[in-house]
Structure formats: C-alpha cells, structure tokens
C-alpha cells in the first residue's frame, strides 16, 4: 500500500505525462472555533454519543462535549467542528449548544464498569 501524499504525486505524474486533468476531493473542514449548525439525527444515552446532520454529512458528537444538556433527535444545534479530535474521515462537533434534553438522563448510564482493583496478583494492594 501506499501513502495518499505517494498516490497524490503519482497521479500528478500521470496527469504530466497524459495531460490528463485529475481532481482529488480534499475533505472540507471548517477551521476550529467556527460555529456550524446542524440537527441531531440521533443519540445513545447508553453510550453518551450520537449523530448530527450537517451539510449532508453525520457529524459525531460526545456527551462531554456538550454544554449543559443531552442531545435529542431532531434538536437544532450549534457547534464547532474540530477535525484534529476526529476519526479519520469524520467529523467531531465540540462546544455543542443548543441540546433540550436532561444532561442527569444520560448520566444514569455511567458507573456500571467494574473498574480494576490492582491486578490479579496482591488483590490491589502493590508489590512487595
């Protein structure tokens, strides 16, 4: 396999010699810290994510990147989008406002791990 930047150039070279004319799609990402706008398409309390629907694109976003209250379907939100926080490919929204719902309704979902108690080895209490 090789890299997209190898690829890109590659494609340039074969544009050069063909005179062919290539255009590769770059993602379009607004800068960090512009706000967007986009309605909640859905959201998992049980795993404190869902969607928003933005310029025809899903739009990820975390419970804890939002301000105040928990997002639900069909609210109108405001956000930033932040590409360096995202999976590749995606897109993040932080900063969300704008959400109607219970931020204490989601945060009944949290708490049920059993968290570690130091290893299997000493029951939690060090070495020695």
């Not at 590659?10 to 255009?23: E, M, P």
């Not at 739009?59 to 939002?66: E, N, P, R």
């Not at 204490?104 to 299997?120: D, L, R, V, Y």
């Amino acid at each position: 396999a090789i890299s997209a930047q190898a690829a890109l150039a590659q494609g340039r070279r074969v544009q050069a010699i063909f005179g062919l004319s290539i255009h590769t799609p770059q993602p379009q990402f607004r800068r960090a810290g512009m706000s967007a706008q986009g309605v909640v398409k859905n959201f998992f309390d049980g795993k404190a994510f869902g969607f928003i629907t933005h310029e025809g694109q899903d739009v990820f976003v975390h419970i804890k990147d939002c301000q105040g209250a928990k997002p639900m379907p069909g609210d109108t939100v405001t956000f930033d989008l932040d590409p360096e926080k995202a999976a590749i490919g995606q897109l993040k929204a932080v900063n969300v406002t704008g959400c109607t719902g219970s931020a204490e309704e989601c945060a009944k979902g949290k708490g049920k791990g059993k968290g570690k108690k130091g290893g299997k080895f000493g029951k939690g209490k060090g070495k020695g």
